[in-house]
């Protein structure tokens, strides 16, 4: 019997510790979060240009003298735009003062995407895309962020009767982070054991569903969609998802350690 026990124990703690080294090794394969010139063409987004102007110019020669006026580089995936629906000589029009070239790229995409599949524009190594959504969901990547001072600043948990451990369940990644997982290992067939009054635990959930909630509701896995998946490793928050979704998950975070409340959606 003491023999059983031990084996259970042993395959117990192997089965804990694959998980963490898994983890860990996913997180370190993440993506980071905007550095450098990346965080500089980010920042200059939000320069003022003073007054933007088009009147039924076409979208090639838009997106040129708004590349040339905020100094940035702009590259524009025209086959995904064409099967779209859009072409090079597509008239824009718009007469904007104190603006930013993040709210003229914004407005152009949302224009764009009226009565069509969604247009978008993401920050790519310094480069600004724009591309279609279903171009930009081809080629999601994973990031991590750093979310300690989010946690550090979570409420202590209220006292429970049931103060038992609770299992955090890890689903698989989609198929193009597949590598990541050791041959004959799969997250979805082992769980971690946290206890119930760990402070940050709910805190964590706060953050993934006010992000899930708000940012592309329809494109995480967990609500049918096929690209976005999020979980917290450590304290570190490591999300599947295209790039323009990043940036916003990206801007809802700052948003949060500005001193934002987390904007919890009720469940339907």
């Known amino acids: 019997m003491h023999s059983a026990r031990r084996e259970r124990f042993c395959a117990s703690a192997v089965g804990i510790f694959s998980i963490a080294a898994l983890c860990h090794f996913a997180a370190s394969r993440a993506v980071a979060q905007p550095a450098g010139h990346a965080a500089e063409v980010d920042t200059a987004l939000d320069r003022p240009l003073g007054t933007v102007r088009f009147a039924a110019t076409p979208l090639d020669r838009a997106l040129r003298e708004l590349s040339d006026l905020a100094a940035l580089d702009l590259m524009v995936h025209w086959d995904a735009l064409y099967a779209a629906g ?37 920050l790519i190594d310094g480069t600004i895309e724009v591309s279609s959504a279903a171009d930009f969901a081809a080629r999601p990547i994973t990031r991590a962020y750093d979310c300690r001072d989010l946690l550090r600043d979570a409420p202590p948990a209220a006292a429970r009767q049931d103060d038992r451990d609770v299992s955090v369940h890890f689903r698989p990644w989609p198929s193009g982070a597949a590598a990541w997982e050791p041959r004959g290992f799969s997250m979805s067939r082992h769980s971690l054991r946290v206890r119930r009054d760990d402070p940050s635990l709910a805190r964590q959930r706060e953050i993934i569903r006010a992000i899930a909630g708000t940012v592309a509701p329809a494109s995480w896995i967990e609500a049918g969609g096929t690209v976005g998946e999020l979980a917290f490793v450590g304290d570190r928050l490591v999300v599947r998802q295209t790039r323009p979704n990043q940036m916003r998950i990206a801007a809802l975070l700052a948003e949060l350690r500005g001193g934002a409340a987390v904007a919890v959606p009720s469940k339907p």
């Not at 029009?93 to 003229?104: E, K, P």
Request: charged share 40%; no cysteine.
């Open 86 to 122: 859009i072409d090079r000589d597509r008239p824009v029009t718009l007469d904007a003062r104190a603006t930013t070239a993040r709210r003229v790229l914004e407005y152009l995409v949302r224009e764009l995407s009226v009565g069509r599949e969604p247009i978008e524009y993401a």
